[in-house]
Every structure is written in structure tokens, then in C-alpha cells.
């Protein structure tokens, strides 16, 4: 039972250094250069005045892309 029971820490204690590693990950490969991209088209958008609300919503939208999970 106690060897189950080591087991079954072990194992979660693995797949948590896995994600975030895998999140770590992303947020670097892929989070970062499209919440780049879409920070320049907000800043773009809200050069203009009808563009504003479009921006702030590319920004909303760069956040979510950057990270859409949370580290813990």
C-alpha cells in the first residue's frame, strides 16, 4: 500500500515538472512572438480614433496569447 501510495507522488510530482516545462515552453515559442505581433496591430489600431476600440481588444487578445493557462 505504501508503495502504491509512493507511486502515485512520484507520478504527479513528474507530471507537474512535465507541464510546466510544456507551458514554459509556449510561452516562449509560440505565446510570445503573437503577443508581439498583436501589440503592434493594437498600437496600429489605436493610432486612429474609430481603431480604439479594436486595439484594446488586440491587447486583451495579446494577453490571452501569451499565456492562456496559468503557471501553478
Known amino acids: 500500500m505504501f508503495l502504491i501510495f509512493?507511486?502515485?507522488?512520484l507520478l504527479i510530482?513528474?507530471?507537474s515538472i512535465g507541464t510546466l516545462m510544456f507551458k514554459?515552453?509556449?510561452m516562449l515559442c509560440i505565446g510570445l512572438p503573437?503577443?508581439?505581433c498583436l501589440c503592434?496591430?493594437?498600437l496600429l489600431f489605436c493610432i486612429t480614433i474609430?481603431?480604439?476600440p479594436i486595439g484594446l481588444c488586440l491587447?486583451?487578445?495579446a494577453g490571452v496569447a501569451f499565456?492562456?493557462?496559468r503557471l501553478t
Open 40 to 42: 503592434v496591430c493594437g
Open 67 to 69: 499565456m492562456p493557462f
Open 34 to 36: 503573437i503577443a508581439l
Open 13 to 15: 510530482l513528474f507530471m
Open 24 to 26: 514554459l515552453l509556449y
Open 6 to 9: 509512493i507511486f502515485l507522488v
Open 59 to 61: 491587447f486583451r487578445a
Open 50 to 52: 474609430i481603431g480604439i
